[in-house]
């Protein structure tokens, strides 16, 4: 072999290895996946940030929307409901995405509903072919009024008389009345009008359609036993009795009479089951502050006249002409989904002490008699010798008493899903008290949003809250 091939040899042989070593050389195949890769996630990445910025824009979107209808539904809005919404997106600078406002009015509902679409650029998606994507809303609100069962019992105790609370509470009260009770809800709602202070005068509209041991006819209340807190029912089976006429809870300075542990003026009596504004408002505007505060016993019949049981005695009320014949068939049975019962409880104080005179001195017509010429204080300070005094008397019920019977009575609305609304006006709330005012309505209410600690005029707007409760604004699409 020449030299001359003997140098090419070599060289030819390293050439030959570096080209296998180049065939089976990755890196630059590598580098082109990479560069591949680092391509799809800036295109996915784009086209999410498009999708991106399209929910930002529905959501924009579909917050007016919400908004706009919400208003426009609004049984106390006065403007043309089409207009409001047409404002609301006038306001926010989309007018141009609204396409569609219906609106429909019924007796006790309205109904408005919105379409709205908004075109969106796409700069990483028209690659693709889609130069824009539409951003939609749609948004349905409705304000309807179903068949209401209303109780609203209202506090005329003797703290009712201190400062402006009794003016207060009228006026609230009144507010309620005209904000649930409106042209749009006629024969659909109904009150029943409970006022109560050391007991709930019935009135003989209702007593008389009762099994009672009927003992005079100077007031209308009615004793019921322990056992009856423990169920919303009226037990219409089991005989009651009259409770007592008569006034004791004052210093016996004076026969001051007008206070009785049963209120005895008419307007003091349970309204049933009325639609009147008027006579609501007008039996409001007489309630004048007396006697003690059993919160217990106007709770039991606010409960009982929601209850299946008391529909006999309101269907005789209604074929007597004393109650609308639209409310024959009340209170209805508790699986009625058409119909809202609720219970608006409203006290300035406490459950109280509460005496009862002694059977033996309150069991013929003329003690019935003699109790209602006498206060029982001023009568024994006058004409009982003092270590007899306390033979006349006993005590029926306490505060302790009166809440334990209160806690029963608002249970066993709640379990028949009674709603139970709880004023607490000017009320003790007292955090080392689990027995003040305010705790014991606060556990009475069904929620604890569904009570309310109030001052002065903050009255009225607790019972404004719950009109627009009852009324049911809410979106429903």
């Known amino acids: 072999m020449s030299p001359a091939l003997l140098t090419i040899k070599p060289l030819q042989d390293a050439i030959v290895a570096q080209t296998r070593?180049?065939?089976?050389?990755?890196?630059?195949?590598m580098t082109i996946w990479v560069l591949f890769v680092v391509l799809m996630m800036i295109m996915v990445g784009g086209i999410q940030l498009d999708f991106m910025r399209h929910e930002l824009e529905r959501s924009k979107l579909q917050a007016v929307s919400d908004r706009a209808v919400l208003a426009a539904s609004d049984l106390d809005q006065t403007l043309d409901p089409e207009g409001v919404v047409r404002d609301y997106f006038a306001k926010s600078g989309m007018t141009?995405?609204?396409?569609?406002?219906?609106?429909e009015d019924g007796l006790n509902f309205r109904t408005v509903t919105v379409d709205a679409v908004k075109p969106l650029d796409t700069p990483y998606l028209r690659k693709f072919g889609y130069d824009t994507l539409d951003v939609p809303a749609h948004s349905k609100a409705e304000e309807r009024v179903a068949n209401v069962e209303i109780s609203l019992v209202l506090d005329i105790s003797g703290s009712m008389a201190q400062g402006s609370r009794i003016s207060d509470m009228r006026d609230a009260a009144n507010v309620f009345v005209d904000t649930v009770l409106r042209d749009e809800n006629e024969d659909l709602i109904s009150i029943s009008l409970i006022p109560y202070s050391e007991h709930v005068n019935a009135g003989p509209l209702i007593t008389s359609r009762m099994k009672m041991y009927t003992k005079h006819n100077h007031s209308h209340c009615v004793e019921f036993e322990d056992d009856e807190f423990e169920s919303a029912a009226l037990d219409t089976n089991r005989w009651h009795d009259q409770a007592q006429h008569f006034q004791?809870?004052?210093?016996?300075?004076n026969n001051d009479r007008s206070e009785t542990v049963c209120p005895r003026f008419s307007y003091e009596r349970i309204k049933p089951f009325s639609q009147n504004r008027e006579q609501l408002k007008g039996q409001i505007d007489d309630l004048t502050p007396r006697a003690g505060t059993s919160i217990f016993i106007g709770m039991k019949w606010a409960a009982a006249m929601l209850d299946p049981s008391f529909r006999d005695i309101n269907n005789s009320l209604v074929s007597a002409g004393e109650v609308d014949t639209q409310f024959r068939g009340r209170p209805v049975n508790y699986d009625d989904t058409e119909t809202l019962k609720t219970v608006i409880l409203m006290t300035d104080g406490e459950n109280a002490t509460s005496n009862r005179i002694?059977?033996?001195?309150?069991?013929s017509d003329s003690e019935y008699v003699h109790?209602?010429?006498?206060?029982?204080?001023?009568?024994?300070?006058?004409?009982?010798n003092y270590r007899d005094r306390s033979d006349f008397y006993w005590r029926k019920y306490d505060r302790s008493i009166g809440n334990s019977l209160l806690s029963d009575i608002c249970s066993a609305a709640k379990a028949k899903h009674i709603v139970i609304w709880?004023?607490?006006f000017e009320v003790d709330d007292d955090p080392n008290d689990k027995d003040d005012g305010a705790d014991v309505m606060r556990n009475c209410a069904s929620s604890p949003s569904h009570f309310f600690d109030v001052d002065g005029i903050e009255?009225?707007?607790?019972?404004?809250?719950?009109?627009?409760?009852?009324?049911?604004?809410r979106l429903i699409e």
Not at 21 to 29: H, L, P, Q, T, V
Not at 96 to 103: E, H, Q, W
Not at 248 to 253: I, Q
């Open 371 to 384: 109790w209602d010429l006498y206060n029982l204080n001023w009568y024994l300070s006058r004409y009982v």
């Open 21 to 29: 070593r180049f065939a089976r050389e990755e890196d630059g195949i």
């Open 459 to 473: 009255l009225s707007e607790a019972f404004r809250a719950i009109a627009r409760q009852i009324n049911q604004l």
């Open 422 to 424: 709880t004023i607490g």
């Open 358 to 363: 002694t059977n033996r001195y309150y069991n």
């Open 96 to 103: 141009d995405y609204l396409s569609n406002v219906t609106v």
């Open 248 to 253: 004791w809870n004052y210093d016996g300075r």
